[in-house]
């Protein structure tokens, strides 16, 4: 008898000393606790075998995890019957709102030459270390869970994920497929402003390119706006987690870091995991591993203001080292210029103050609306600067208990 147990020990699956099942039930128990009042909605989406999905290009890389994009789904199920082709069915605006199901995405992977639908999955090398192996585990079941019940414009949809329990070491999701990200526009638009500097633009192309920025930061913030409004905290805001659809829309994604908070604690903090995120956009509580609140949020969104409006990279060159010591230790904040709208001057001292003094992401959101129409965001539009369509979207949408 203890011969044939020591046989099925050996046979376990082993990561580092710890076996790959003891690893899962640990990461399962961080998930619940992350996410404890949330009940998944696993059941309404659809969920593909790895060997279902054909993939492309490589996407991006991170420490924990590989995106590529979804080229085509080849149904193990598939039937002979074909999925009416109407005018509806092309329609980019009924695509998105549409609940899809497994038939339905695989017959619309591609929206012309380009792919609709990528593919998160966990890096190998994940596999043989024990941390980074729950961390990834951890990551992927807390964004699905999130995802299976978040409805936001300008947050990212998850379409499906893998079939079997999501805390599995091959688990994957399938999400929208986007195309460029905040921190790779803020270069662009730099390049543009100077480019603008040179030539002495008229006023009302500058104005639009203005409103056509804050546009993009409304959509951040009524995106955060949402997710405070059903108890969550992002805890890693940053222009690499926000990205751009194939209309142009924001989408903030990654949702692995994102944790419930008690919104019943009107008072005092949380007792949240402290130095997470990433230092130039964590506020200094988190750096200093205190306890938190949703206010750490908007702080990093302050810093994402900053940017949009200054076009320049938060305390430059600096370390990340030194811009602890700069913020958190001296009290300093990225310089606000007087030549900013007065309401987004205030709006950027009090995201930059201590947390219970930061203001309500709602609050946010009124005063950049505010600021985009005082601009002309909606009526000084050139094609060629700024989609007004999307624009009007983005606003229309901002509705905090959609």
């Known amino acids: 008898m203890e011969e044939k147990v020591r046989e099925e020990v050996a046979k376990e699956p082993m990561i580092g000393q710890y076996s790959e099942a003891a690893l899962l039930e640990r990461a399962q128990q961080i998930v619940e606790e992350r996410t404890a009042d949330w009940e998944t909605k696993s059941k309404q989406i659809p969920h593909f075998d790895l060997t279902e999905i054909e993939t492309g290009a490589e996407l991006g890389k991170g420490g924990f995890f590989v995106v590529k994009e979804v080229t085509s789904i080849f149904l193990q199920d598939a039937t002979e019957q074909a999925l009416p082709n109407t005018a509806a069915m092309e329609d980019e605006d009924y695509i998105q709102g549409v609940v899809q199901d497994r038939e339905f995405m695989s017959h619309h992977t591609m929206r012309g030459k380009d792919c609709r639908y990528c593919i998160k999955a966990m890096l190998p090398d994940c596999h043989s270390?024990?941390?980074?192996?729950?961390?990834?585990?951890?990551?992927?079941?807390?964004?699905?869970?999130?995802?299976?019940?978040?409805?936001?414009?300008?947050?990212?949809?998850?379409?499906?994920?893998?079939?079997?329990?999501?805390?599995?070491?091959n688990s994957f999701l399938i999400l929208d497929r986007l195309y460029d990200t905040l921190d790779k526009r803020l270069v662009q638009w730099g390049k543009r402003d100077q480019q603008w500097n040179l030539f002495d633009?008229?006023?009302?192309?500058?104005?639009?390119?203005?409103?056509?920025?804050?546009?993009?930061?409304?959509?951040?913030?009524?995106?955060?706006?949402?997710?405070?409004?059903?108890?969550?905290?992002?805890?890693?805001l940053k222009p690499d987690n926000v990205g751009f659809d194939v209309r142009g829309d924001a989408k903030l994604f990654d949702f692995g870091l994102a944790t419930e908070f008690d919104s019943s604690k009107t008072m005092g903090s949380y007792k949240l995991t402290g130095d997470t995120g990433t230092m130039r956009y964590m506020a200094p509580e988190v750096a200093l591993n205190k306890a938190y609140t949703e206010k750490a949020d908007v702080y990093s969104f302050g810093i994402i203001l900053w940017q949009v409006l200054a076009l320049e990279i938060p305390y430059g060159p600096l370390p990340d080292d030194g811009i602890y010591r700069k913020v958190v230790h001296c009290g300093g904040r990225p310089k606000i210029e007087g030549k900013w709208p007065t309401e987004l001057r205030r709006l950027l001292q009090d995201c930059f103050a201590s947390g219970p003094r930061r203001p309500p992401m709602t609050r946010a959101c009124e005063i950049i609306r505010k600021a985009i129409h005082e601009v002309g965001g909606e009526t000084l539009v050139d094609d060629d600067i700024l989609d007004s369509a999307r624009s009007a979207r983005s606003l229309r949408h901002h509705d905090p208990k959609m």
Do not use: W
């Open 129 to 169: 270390d024990p941390s980074k192996f729950v961390n990834t585990i951890v990551d992927i079941a807390i964004e699905a869970k999130f995802l299976s019940v978040i409805r936001h414009p300008n947050i990212i949809k998850m379409r499906a994920t893998s079939k079997g329990n999501i805390c599995a070491p």
């Open 201 to 236: 633009f008229q006023k009302k192309k500058e104005k639009a390119f203005l409103a056509e920025r804050l546009t993009v930061a409304f959509d951040v913030a009524s995106a955060i706006e949402y997710l405070h409004d059903r108890s969550i905290i992002y805890r890693d």
